[in-house]
């Protein structure tokens, strides 16, 4: 099993910067695909990035490529989105996933099996 409690949204001016965390426990984390998505009211939780198990591989939602960037620290257990230059249309619930062991990159939630409650990110004009 793998837990996943996300940390560090709240409210930023447009063109603004926030770094959200994902601290994990559980089983195999550094075997493990990590990923976030995002759910704005109204609409489907969709893809925003991912980093593969061996760190050597991320991948971006083109709505966000060049403006946020995963990393991960498997020794401290914790997956970080840093989120730049934040638009309005950033607005929403952000969304920690964690996938099976070896599995690949993926930017369908049903790659990724555990999830985390989320934690809400707010921007204004």
């Known amino acids: 099993q793998v837990q996943l409690v996300e940390s560090g949204g709240g409210l930023v001016q447009a063109g603004g910067s926030l770094r959200l965390s994902c601290a994990a426990s559980?089983?195999?984390?550094?075997?493990?695909?990590m990923g976030w998505f995002r759910q704005a009211p109204g609409k489907e939780r969709e893809f925003v990035g991912c980093i593969s198990w061996s760190n050597t591989i991320t991948s971006y939602a083109d709505s966000v490529k060049g403006r946020f960037t995963i990393s991960r620290d498997n020794a401290e257990r914790t997956v970080y989105l840093r989120m730049n230059s934040l638009k309005l249309e950033d607005a929403a619930i952000y969304y920690c996933a964690a996938g099976r062991e070896f599995s690949q990159p993926g930017r369908d939630r049903s790659t990724y099996p555990y999830w985390g409650q989320g934690t809400q990110v707010t921007v204004s004009s």
């Open positions: 559980g089983q195999a984390l550094s075997r493990r695909v």
